[in-house]
């Protein structure tokens, strides 16, 4: 059976750095980067607990390949497909967490 999979970018308060991950549950993952559950990874170290940007794909794969592709290009183009979803840059976890 495949599973999906999404893409996602997370900030910091003051947006100075940008993370890209991808994740099978995002729910799940987005709570480990909120509450430091891998202490010294990036977004620890970074401090980046804001969810402003993320996409779902029918099969992890394509998640990949599209994380890998946003890794790629250059800061620009990822503000731009935050600012096309949340131009606010609000954090978009809770949307999940009333679901």
């Known amino acids: 059976m495949e599973r999906g999979g999404c893409v996602y970018i997370m900030t910091n308060k003051r947006q100075s750095v940008l993370y890209i991950g991808v994740t099978s549950d995002i729910v799940a993952r987005i709570w480990e980067h909120k509450n430091r559950a891998h202490s010294g990874s990036f977004t620890d170290r970074y401090n980046c607990g804001i969810l402003v940007y993320y996409?779902?794909?029918p099969h992890i794969e394509e998640a990949i390949a599209a994380e890998k592709a946003?890794?790629?290009g250059n800061r620009k183009s990822k503000e731009a497909l935050?600012?096309?979803m949340?131009?606010?840059w609000k954090d978009l976890y809770d949307?999940?967490?009333v679901q």
Do not use: R, V
């Open 86 to 88: 949340n131009p606010e």
């Open 95 to 97: 949307e999940f967490l």
């Open 82 to 84: 935050i600012n096309a």
């Open 70 to 72: 946003m890794k790629g």
């Open 55 to 57: 996409c779902f794909y």
